[in-house]
């Protein structure tokens, strides 16, 4: 069943100036093409947004920039979490009173390696102590430990869980979690495998290539949820190739150097990220023009 707080989410990238200072202006010209172009709602201070390199003071300048360029068009999340449980309670209850988001997306604690009864607990913690609903971002590429089936069933059982961000690409967990909480808000957090996440149920994406292809992926999440396969279907192809290239290199490198050659300035990245070289670039350009991406 649609959800109705589904749809397609970006991921959206931090414009840094080459001084290193967060470019507002860029961030709030991107988030606004973003919405203009059918995205749903904006996640900020993502995996994407490089939050591991910024303050809290950043963080929350950048989620009321967002907020401030699309109003009410749009659902916002904030990206928060550590793998400090007392730290991400402090977090929660921060931005939750601070930020002009409609919920936080709080990760799962990396280096740790906790136990899956722990990270039930830190879960369980922020849930109780966050003013805003919580959404339980699953991404074991990134964190070392991901959640399993029966943690994310108990993690769903808590009253103010609205959902998850599942970004580890396994379908047959992703059917069983929807049979069992198909009523939570389910997003996937893998671009390729949004069709299919969708075909079994869930009910949107937190995208990165939606930063740089906005139409074509509102597009692919529309049809999923009209039961429309066929047009869904006919932007897979497209979806895939871009989703492969933005994870070609390191992300958000390619990323930013695709809103470079869509006319977005001021895309540079915080060490220990780095762009893209020359060639790099040379060559992802001439992919992304042999793919026929808008501009």
């Known amino acids: 069943m649609p959800h109705p707080l589904g749809g397609c989410y970006i991921a959206i990238p931090t414009p840094f100036r080459a001084s290193g ?19 749903d709602g904006i996640v900020v201070c993502g995996t994407t947004g490089e939050s591991a390199t910024m303050s809290r003071d950043e963080r929350l300048a950048a989620m009321r920039t967002v907020r401030s360029a699309v109003g009410s068009r749009a ?7 550590t793998n400090d449980t007392r730290e991400a309670v402090e977090q929660v209850r921060f931005f939750g009173a601070e930020a002009p988001v409609d919920a936080l997306m709080v990760v799962v604690p990396f ?22 609903p919580v959404i339980a971002y699953n991404v074991p590429g990134r ?24 970004a580890s690409a396994d379908l047959l967990t ?28 869930g009910h949107g994406v937190i995208s990165v290539v939606g930063n740089m292809a906005p139409a074509w992926m509102s ?5 999923m949820a009209a039961g429309d396969l066929a047009t869904a279907q006919a932007l897979q192809p497209k979806i895939a190739a871009l ?34 070289s020359s060639a790099e670039k040379a060559e992802l350009f001439a992919s992304l023009e042999a793919l026929g991406v808008p501009r």
């Open 21 to 39: 200072e967060m470019d507002h202006d860029g961030l709030a010209r991107h988030a606004a093409w973003t919405v203009d172009n059918g995205v």
């Open 219 to 223: 597009a692919l999440c529309d049809a």
């Open 111 to 132: 280096y740790n390696k906790p136990p899956q009864a722990g990270l039930v607990a830190h879960f369980t913690q922020a849930a109780e102590a966050s003013p805003l």
């Open 143 to 166: 964190t070392a430990v991901g959640l399993t089936l029966s943690s994310m069933l108990a993690i769903a059982a808590l009253p103010n869980i609205l959902g998850f961000k599942e």
């Open 75 to 81: 659902r916002i999340v904030g990206g928060i979490g």
């Open 174 to 201: 992703d059917s069983l979690l929807i049979a069992e909480a198909g009523h939570k808000l389910l997003l996937s957090g893998d671009d390729a495998t949004t069709l299919p996440f969708m075909a079994i149920g």
């Open 243 to 276: 989703h492969q290239l933005m994870f070609k290199q390191a992300s958000p490198a390619p990323l930013k150097a695709a809103l470079e050659w869509l006319g977005f300035e001021s895309q540079n990245l915080r060490l220990p990220m780095l762009p893209l």
